[in-house]
């Protein structure tokens, strides 16, 4: 009987510690996404990919505003680098991105209007 409950009470650690993952990663990008589908957030993003970029997952923010800028950020929502902006002057460019960036996956595009 004593035997049966030491490991009844070892399953139960078990299980409640596999069920505590912490905190999602990514909630920075879901928040990001919600906001601007309900036109809160940036509303000259059209597109967000992901990829692989030297070694590292990377989300990157395409505008669709003709003077707009798009961002580069990492897996935890800091920024990396932009590019664009106002009369195509380019600010923070990430030099190799586009010639070094792999496996794009389409997360999220802005439906049309």
């Known amino acids: 009987m004593k035997r049966s ?14 069920c505590d ?3 999602d990663p990514l909630a920075w990008l879901y928040s990001d996404i919600s906001n601007m589908e309900n ?18 997952e990377v989300y990157f923010f395409r505008t669709r505003c003709a003077d707009g800028i798009s961002i580069l950020y990492n897996s935890s929502g800091h920024e990396i680098g932009a590019e664009g902006g106002y009369v195509g002057i380019q600010t923070g460019v990430i030099v ?12 999220w595009e802005k439906a049309e209007e």
């Open 21 to 23: 993952v912490g905190p």
């Open 39 to 56: 036109g809160t957030g940036d509303q000259c993003v059209g597109s967000i990919w992901r990829y692989d970029y030297n070694g590292s």
């Open 5 to 18: 409950k030491i490991l009844l009470s070892i399953l139960l650690l078990l299980l409640t510690m596999a």
């Open 96 to 107: 190799d991105f586009h010639e070094n960036r792999e496996n794009g996956v389409l997360i």
